[in-house]
């Protein structure tokens, strides 16, 4: 059903939405990420659909404990990618620089340099404290 709600409305973000929860749910991580991207490609200025990707990214990497460390690294790295694309198209994005920071983390907590462990840790503050900035800004009724 959601194949053909896709050939009907190809353009239609919420169809693409539909299909990866469906694959998600049924643990096809790969066609999850299939339709995302299939969804970013139709609308390739919208930072949210470049950040949910990142999300899924990091909920995979961060929860899934079947994961070798070498599959966990390529998708926090995919993860950090997205999300900064997301953020290149709106740098403002408070949740974008919260899950950046949480891939940061992530990507850190993998990391056997501690030198990289902690500038990944320092960047990751920093996107945090940002995201708080911007947070405290909407809630004043500031946002620039």
Do not use: C
């Amino acid at each position: 059903m959601l194949i053909m709600a896709k050939a009907a409305k190809p353009n239609d973000p919420a169809v693409y939405m539909r299909l990866a929860g469906y694959y998600n749910r049924q643990g096809h991580f790969d066609k999850t990420i299939e339709a995302l991207e299939e969804r970013a490609s139709r609308e390739p200025n919208n930072p949210e659909a470049f950040y949910t990707i990142a999300t899924y990214y990091w909920d995979e990497a961060y929860r899934d404990f079947k994961l070798k460390e070498n599959e966990k690294k390529a998708y926090v790295q995919k993860g950090i990618e997205a999300v900064d694309h997301a953020l290149q198209i709106k740098p403002d994005y408070m949740e974008a620089l919260v899950y950046k920071n949480l891939l940061l983390r992530l990507q850190a907590n993998l990391e056997k340099d501690t030198s990289k462990q902690q500038m990944l840790i320092k960047e990751a503050d920093k996107l945090r404290d940002r995201a708080q900035e911007l947070r405290k800004q909407k809630a004043a009724g500031t946002t620039p």
